[in-house]
């Protein structure tokens, strides 16, 4: 019981507590005028961040990350990793293959000695050739685009995300870098099929999950305080994709504790991907699966379309980009005040060229007029960029208050599909962290606040606006 000392005191931290929150959106917008480009940038990188809903496990990490652990020695007491470094035209060969693709060790001893010529062992390469092939999974100089990205950068990560050790490795530096940060939830989209062992037999993806998961039991992954829930991801052109859809279903079914739900990715200028041929199967699916929740990417185009209206009627609650929505009225006037959401990417849309000016946009649109939407990274790893860089450009770009950048962070978690229980904890988390973070910055020396942030400054963000 509390004594009556106590009680006012409670009552008084509290009114002092709220009294804060009312203010902080004045502070907010001072600092967001008058803070230096990098202090603004050190400001939000400190911002608690709530969760990421959208991003692709392997394309999410660094290829700094990918390139320390598939060369550490821990790695290289299991397998070793090799890597194209020159164009040749080997007898019965189609020369297809993007320099740097990156295969593992049986793999490269099946090649014959014309082919086993082109490459070289990952963890002996000079440190020009290494800057090379850092550069050459990302999307980091003038005219690469779209066509890199899927042409390219997507087929260089060859054997790297096939090696369930190495990834789960790859995974809990990613965690680290996220935390850091402040964001403390990921969901991220993650294949089952195309694991291998280091003889290059096809691992069974329980097999290969049973790696991930005693990585995930480590006391450094605990250390991340970054919680990680699988979505499963199913390429939405493939010829066989009915299938592999209801593979992911029983997947994800016998696997709750980890797998929370489903998505379809690809580039949707494919036809062959549309989501109305997958409308039969989703629906045979719900006749045998409850509580699946699905977020399928749609309207990743900056073509018109109904593409979301589609992916709605499929089942979908959260929608991965959204950017042509903008152009369906009717579907925008559905989703206002409702409860499905459209997980915004903004970097990503800016560097795939689907909106080259982020000024044009359609976010801020979604935000203002009541669509639920959250910031999210995609495959930050070819960007080479972090969660930071899509709330500097939102607040930048579009002078977003404090109420809409927690508005932003609460729904990062509240929309996520986490099992309830988690779900309420880590919205009780993130209301305390941005109750200390409002405390912190509140005070009359912000700058000095801001000046004890060392952010851990991405190379987009030194590419695009200079900070080092
Ligand atoms: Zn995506």
């Known amino acids: ?260 739900g489903i998505n379809m990715a690809g580039r949707e200028d494919n036809e062959k991907g549309s989501a109305l041929r997958f409308l039969d199967t989703y629906r045979k699916m719900r006749r045998t699966y409850s509580d699946i929740p699905l977020s399928i990417h749609a309207g990743e185009k900056d073509s018109a379309g109904h593409e979301v209206r589609d992916t709605l009627l499929l089942g979908a609650t959260r929608i991965g980009h959204g950017i042509n929505l903008i152009t369906d009225p009717d579907t925008m006037l559905l989703m206002r005040n409702n409860r499905y959401l459209v997980e915004i990417n903004l970097v990503s849309n800016r560097v795939l060229e689907y909106v080259p000016d982020t000024s044009k946009h359609p976010f801020p649109e979604y935000l203002r007029t009541g669509i639920p939407v959250c910031l999210n990274t995609d495959d930050r790893g070819s960007w080479d960029s972090n969660m930071t860089d899509e709330y500097y450009t939102a607040v930048t770009t579009f002078h977003l208050t404090w109420k809409e950048v927690v508005e932003l962070g609460r729904n990062s978690l509240t929309y996520s599909f986490a099992e309830a229980p988690l779900k309420e904890k880590m919205l009780v988390e993130y209301d305390r962290a941005v109750a200390a973070f409002e405390q912190k910055y509140g005070s009359s020396d912000w700058h000095g606040a801001v000046r004890q942030v060392k952010p851990l400054v991405s190379g987009y963000a030194t590419r695009t606006w200079g900070f080092r």
């Not at 509290?14 to 990098?38: L, V, Y």
């Not at 100089?141 to 096939?162: A, I, N, S, Y």
């Not at 993650?190 to 037999?201: L, P």
């Open 1 to 260: 019981m509390l004594t009556r000392a106590t009680k006012s005191l409670t009552l008084l931290l509290f009114a002092a507590s709220t009294s804060f929150a009312a203010d902080f959106g004045a502070r907010f917008d001072e600092i967001r005028k008058s803070a230096s480009p990098s202090e603004l940038y050190a400001f939000l990188f400190a911002l608690p961040k709530g969760g990421d809903l959208h991003h692709h496990n392997g394309h999410s990490t660094y290829a700094s990350v990918w390139y320390a652990a598939a060369t550490s020695p821990k790695t290289l007491a299991r397998n070793s990793f090799y890597t194209m470094t020159q164009l040749g035209n080997c007898p019965g060969t189609v020369d297809t293959q993007p320099r740097f693709i990156t295969i593992q060790r049986s793999h490269y001893e099946a090649l014959d000695a014309c082919q086993k010529a082109l490459y070289q062992p990952l963890a002996s390469l000079s440190a020009e050739t290494k800057a090379a092939w850092l550069s050459a999974f990302i999307l980091d100089k003038p005219g690469e685009g779209r066509d890199e990205f899927f042409e390219r950068v997507v087929p260089r990560m060859g054997d790297l995300g096939h090696d369930p050790w190495l990834a789960a490795d790859a995974l809990v530096e990613n965690m680290r870098l996220f935390g850091a940060e402040g964001v403390r939830y990921i969901e991220a989209q993650a294949g089952i099929t195309a694991f291998v062992d280091v003889a290059g037999r096809p691992m069974p993806a329980d097999d290969a999950f049973r790696v991930i998961e005693e990585r995930l039991r480590q006391p450094d992954a605990a250390a991340t305080n970054v919680t990680v829930r699988f979505q499963g991801v199913v390429i939405r052109f493939a010829p066989d994709a009915e299938q592999r859809l209801e593979n992911m279903y029983a997947w994800v079914a016998a696997h709750r504790d980890r797998w929370v």
